[in-house]
T-cell receptor, first 114, second 113 residues
Framework: AQSVTQLGSHVSVSEGALVLLRCNYS??????LFWYVQYPNQGLQLLLK??????LVKGINGFEAEFKKSETSFHLTKPSAHMSDAAEYFCAVSENFGNEKLTFGTGTRLTIIP | NAGVMQNPRHLVRRRGQEARLRCSPM?????VYWYRQLPEEGLKFMVY????????ESGMPKERFSAEFPKEGPSILRIQQVVRGDSAAYFC???????????FGDGTRLSIL
């Protein structure tokens, strides 16, 4: 069975500061990993995905994530926070070999302090 | 708008009524997924469909819930005899194929009075 743990349901950073959102996964097979962003009253937008190619994955809006198998982690980072980054962020895992259902973490709400 | 379209955006039902949620996938996508999001929680997988077929319904409640994706028209998530606990946001996603990224609609927020 696969699962995702997001440490910190709420994270606040100052504008211009580093953003770090944590995600640890559990999977019985090499996983596909995703980060999604959700703005209020909207659906989820894909930020980036890991599919066993490069371990450092670059996404949209300046975000990137690094897959670390030894730590079973896929933390999301952005060097400099912008006010528009305020949203809820979800990490998700999907196992290979045709298992399409995504298993989501409980989300991290990111607040940007002016 | 070439994205995943869900309607209605908001749906209010009284206990015991039926709720029908519609999802039109992105153009060219033949794989549809339904998820439910309870307040302050992440999305929970419900069902995965391809045209005219249910591929994985392991997340669907055993009673009152059903889903279809007919050859023509949108995918429908149907909830019969709704109860207060069905209040949630229901999201549809679509993809080009297996192991392809899922693109999400803006959801239907279901409120049960």
């Amino acid at each position: 069975a696969q699962s995702v743990t997001q440490l910190g349901s709420h994270v606040s950073v100052s504008e211009g500061a580093l953003v770090l959102l944590r995600c640890n996964y559990s999977s019985s097979v090499p996983p596909y990993l995703f980060w999604y962003v959700q703005y209020p009253n909207q659906g989820l937008q894909l930020l980036l995905k890991y599919t066993s190619a490069a371990t450092l994955v670059k996404g949209i809006n300046g975000f990137e994530a690094e897959f670390k198998k030894s730590e079973t982690s896929f933390h999301l980072t952005k060097p400099s926070a912008h006010m528009s980054d305020a949203a809820e962020y979800f990490c998700a895992v999907s196992e290979n070999f045709g298992n399409e259902k995504l298993t989501f973490g409980t989300g991290t709400r990111l607040t940007i302090i002016p | 708008n070439a994205g995943v379209m869900q309607n209605p955006r908001h749906l209010v039902r009284r206990r015991g009524q039926e709720a029908r949620l519609r999802c039109s996938p992105m153009k060219g996508h033949s794989h549809v997924y339904w998820y439910r999001q309870l307040p302050e929680e992440g999305l929970k997988f419900m069902v995965y469909l391809q045209k005219e077929n249910i591929i994985d319904e392991s997340g669907m409640p055993k009673e009152r819930f059903s889903a279809e994706f007919p050859k023509e028209g949108p995918s429908i998530l149907r909830i019969q005899q709704v109860v207060r606990g069905d209040s949630a946001a229901y999201f549809c996603a679509s993809s080009l194929g297996r192991n392809q990224p899922q693109h999400f609609g803006d959801g239907t927020r279901l409120s049960i009075l």
